[in-house]
């Protein structure tokens, strides 16, 4: 292990080749390019290959191709360009390639502002794409999370051969902080499930009944694996009958659901005896922590919850941190995108909490706000919170 | 700097003068002498003239929880118009160094104030107007007491082109030696 001074957008970097990264296909976008030029770099020294695209459809397309032919294979955008990959992440999802699209939040929408934060991603990196699947989506909130959260970003989408979105934010991406870099020997690495069967037995859409998750031939070894983007059965032949569409995309969201708990992960902060629970990600959780420990020390019984898996999204360890809170209270750049999820998650348990109110603390605001600026926002809108 | 102490640090001026590559080897100066440090860069989209700001959050003890400067202890402007904008991060009394080659007068409720040509120095004395960061920088270790002139040296060399090793080296001395 050894100690660097990287910006997340490093950090990533390095996770992913930590991880066994082949492929790195990208197009420049700020603030996620300085990941390209590092990578650019360094990639190609430790074996990898990095292309440029002529656009972000182009490199998520790409992409599945890397993937299926057996290279763990990753892109990192922004805002404009992220939309442009929902095509992409709908046919990933479907033909069931693993791979990592980095989404380095930006004010929106459209090019918004390049440089600047943003928090506005949140619902697109699950139901961007159209029809019905599933995927996973991690939300890092420091340089070392940005490093540790790339691998597990990977073995994510290995496990449940799923796109994983990895969602960082432009203040995470430049800034600097100490990050552990492990050696091989530390890393937990999961690799596909590879066939056990004859080539002549094998079917590429054929779920292992225990996690629902296909084993995975790669192209080359003779398999002959189809990747089919239509409605398909377990050979991979298009077919359109209600019962194999059914199985089928019932399966693409399943798949995450039952092996969610080998995929969740969240922190939760003097939740113990807290009467009031902030709940925020990212870059904006470490200005609002200060903040909590602030208030901690005026004697108020804060605490905060912050979800690192949002899709899926821990609600057990949520729902046993507002146990004991009054009032819980979201705080993000956009126009209350956890808030939403909340709600939800909260009528769902209903019989575990005790009635809380939540607030919106929605600041869509292109800067990060100090923990001052946080309470501004809370005394102006005149809750009463303690 | 006494052991448990924390610092805000806001750095800022002109896309261009250099402000975050300084930002950038004063975090790494720091975190090799042993600090926690959570180094923010903010740029707007020109490459030239536009709003450069670069923050640290150094700490001895325990990682810091901010990303970003609430209140500056101390501060470095290279320009006027990002020091009028960005004045409002700085604490009372903080301490500021400032280049007194475009700034001639400092906020009247600073508390020390430490002011020099720095590109001016950076031109005439150091023979390369693009090294006036570095005179700062050498500038702003000797008057804050920070970090040695050796680190910063060593620091500066670790994350910059070779070729600018030089006249880097030469702009971080000619800045610390200034009075």
Not at chain 1, 128 to 131: A, E, I, V
């Given at each position: 292990m050894k100690a660097e001074f990287l910006n997340s957008n490093q950090a990533v970097a390095e996770g992913a080749m930590a991880a066994g990264l082949g492929v790195y296909v990208g197009y420049p976008i700020t603030p996620s390019s300085d990941m390209f030029e590092y990578l650019s770099e360094e990639l190609p020294k430790r074996g990898g290959s990095v292309f440029q695209a002529e656009d972000e459809i182009a490199s998520i397309n790409a992409l599945v191709g890397a993937s299926l032919a057996g290279a763990k294979s990753m892109t990192a955008t922004s805002g404009p360009g992220f939309s442009l990959m929902m095509e992409g992440i709908g046919f990933a999802a479907m033909v069931e390639a693993p791979l990592m699209i980095v989404d380095v939040m930006r004010a929106g929408p459209s090019t918004g502002i390049a440089t600047q934060i943003g928090q506005g991603d949140i619902y697109q990196a699950r139901w961007?794409?159209?029809?019905v699947y599933n995927l996973v989506a991690y939300a890092p909130a420091s340089a070392q999370e940005a490093y540790d959260y790339a691998i597990k970003s990977f073995n994510a989408a290995y496990r449940v051969r799923t796109p994983v979105v990895l969602m960082t934010d432009a203040v995470l991406a430049h800034t600097r902080e100490r990050v552990v870099l492990r050696d091989p020997g530390e890393l937990e690495i999961v690799g596909r499930k590879a066939p056990k069967v004859a080539p002549d037995q094998y079917r590429p859409y054929r779920p292992d009944p225990e996690d629902l998750v296909p084993p995975m031939a790669f192209y080359g070894e003779g398999y002959h694996p189809i990747a089919e983007s239509l409605s398909h059965d377990e050979r991979g032949y298009y077919k359109t009958d209600d019962e194999i569409y059914r199985a089928l995309v019932s399966r693409l969201v399943r798949k995450v659901e039952v092996n969610k708990s080998k995929l969740i992960a969240s922190k939760s902060y003097y939740v113990e005896d807290a009467d009031v629970l902030f709940v925020a990600i990212g870059s904006m959780a470490r200005n609002l922590l200060a903040l909590v420990r602030e208030l901690r020390g005026r004697g108020i019984k804060a605490g905060m919850f912050r979800p690192i898996s949002l899709w899926p999204f821990d609600d057990e360890s949520f729902v046993a941190a507002a146990a004991r809170a009054s009032k819980i209270v979201t705080v993000e750049l956009n126009q209350g995108q956890l808030y939403q999820i909340l709600k939800g998650i909260l009528w769902d348990n209903r019989n575990k909490v005790s009635n809380p109110t939540i607030y919106n603390l929605d600041m869509p605001l292109p800067t990060l706000p100090t923990p001052d600026e946080i309470m501004g926002e809370i005394e102006s809108r005149g809750w009463k919170l303690w | 700097m006494s052991s448990g102490s924390k610092h805000e640090i806001v750095i800022a001026g002109r896309g261009g003068q250099g402000i975050l590559l300084a930002g950038y080897i004063l975090g790494k100066a720091l975190v090799d002498e042993g600090y926690y440090v959570v180094n923010s860069e903010e740029y707007s989209a020109?490459?030239?003239g536009g709003d450069s700001k670069a923050e640290l959050i150094v700490a001895k003890d325990e990682e810091p929880d901010l990303m970003t400067v609430q209140r500056a202890d101390i501060a470095a402007f290279m320009y006027t118009d990002q020091m009028s904008k960005y004045y409002k991060l700085v604490g009372k009394s903080a301490t500021l160094v400032l280049d007194s080659t475009f700034i001639k007068e400092a906020p009247k409720d600073a508390g020390k104030v430490f002011m020099a040509p720095f590109t001016d120095v950076a031109e005439k004395q150091v023979g390369n107007i693009r090294a006036a960061n570095m005179v700062m920088l050498g500038y702003f270790a000797a008057k804050t007491g920070l970090v040695g002139l050796d680190p910063l040296i060593n620091a500066m060399k670790s994350v910059t082109n070779p070729n600018w090793v030089e006249v880097n080296a030469k702009a971080l001395k000619a800045g610390y030696e200034l009075v």
């Open positions: 961007g794409s159209h029809g | 020109e490459t030239r």
